[in-house]
């Protein structure tokens, strides 16, 4: 089966912006800037449609983000 371009961009924006809420977690639960975090996000936004940015952050906010947070 061949995948097609969607899928590919999905995971390599998808992944990051799982990564990028992560290290906001991570880095509030220290106490630490999360200021390194950023890099992640523009990864994301700079790769993926606006609209799955925007589901994404509907689904997070909804506890249903389908990744790991």
Do not use: N
């Not at 290290?23 to 890099?39: L, N, S, T, Y």
Request: proline share 7%; net charge positive.
């Amino acid at each position: 089966m061949v995948l097609g371009g969607h899928w590919f961009i999905l995971v390599y924006t998808g992944v990051p912006a799982a990564d990028f809420h992560r290290c906001q977690k991570a880095m509030a639960a220290r106490g630490a800037d999360p200021a390194p975090c950023q890099w992640y996000q523009r990864v994301y936004k700079s790769l993926c449609p606006t609209s799955w940015v925007t589901t994404w952050d509907e689904y997070r906010e909804e506890g249903t983000f389908p990744g790991k947070i």
